[in-house]
């Protein structure tokens, strides 16, 4: 997960930051999942989601924002 989003490697405050995270292995998976959509629908022009698909994605990825807010007290 590190590597996918810090190529030039952890500052003291990315450290603080991932020792306050507690992800578990869906959390992981899903951020992956999420990530690879993502760059599929922006560069793959034959790329086609449904609205349903759609709608369960941004509902997946608030859960997963609410969650983050949450080990972080925000």
């Known amino acids: 997960l ?3 989003f ?3 490697g952890l500052t003291d ?3 603080k930051f ?3 995270v507690k992800l578990n292995k869906e959390d992981v ?3 992956a999942y999420a990530k690879n959509t993502r760059e599929n629908a922006s ?3 034959t790329s ?3 609205k349903d698909e759609a709608e369960d994605l ?3 990825s608030r859960k997963f924002i609410n969650k983050i807010k949450q080990m972080l007290n925000v």
């Open 6 to 8: 810090l190529h030039n």
């Open 58 to 60: 941004l509902s997946e």
């Open 43 to 45: 560069y793959n022009p």
């Open 13 to 15: 405050e990315d450290i």
């Open 48 to 50: 086609k989601y449904t």
């Open 2 to 4: 590190i590597e996918n």
């Open 18 to 20: 991932v020792s306050k």
């Open 29 to 31: 998976s899903y951020l």
